[in-house]
């Protein structure tokens, strides 16, 4: 259990909704853009979504976009990943990760351990 832990990964029907959490420590996390990458075996890590640290910018991968909300609450230490019409291949531990910069590639200085999401056909 790390600085960043991830929560909320399971199993979901294919077009089922799902959500993921990301609780960080507060002094770096409020001042952190923060990301969401997935990693499915055999495959490379990929970016899923991103956020900048005030919230007021975000990123998405093409595979998502309108499908996955992003949003962060810094008074929790929280950033959330919202995913709505899940398919099977969105099968993958997701990660959530910080860094100084807004970054949609996976040089993220931290990470969180992953959590398992696992969508059914």
């Known amino acids: 259990q790390g600085q960043l832990v991830e929560s909320g990964g399971g199993l979901v029907q294919a077009g089922g909704p799902l959500s993921l959490s990301c609780a960080g420590s507060?002094?770096?996390?409020?001042?952190?853009?923060m990301g969401w990458f997935r990693q499915a075996p055999g495959k490379e890590r990929e970016f899923v979504a991103a956020i900048s640290w005030s919230g007021a910018a975000t990123a998405y991968a093409d595979s998502v976009k309108g499908r996955f909300t992003i949003s962060r609450d810094n008074a929790k230490n929280t950033v959330y990943l919202q995913m709505n019409s899940l398919k099977p291949e969105d099968t993958a531990v997701y990660y959530c990760?910080?860094?100084?910069?807004?970054?949609?590639?996976?040089?993220?200085?931290?990470w969180g351990q992953g959590t398992q999401v696992t969508v059914s056909s």
């Open positions: 990760a910080a860094d100084q910069v807004f970054l949609t590639t996976p040089d993220y200085d931290y």
């Open positions: 507060g002094r770096t996390f409020s001042s952190d853009a």
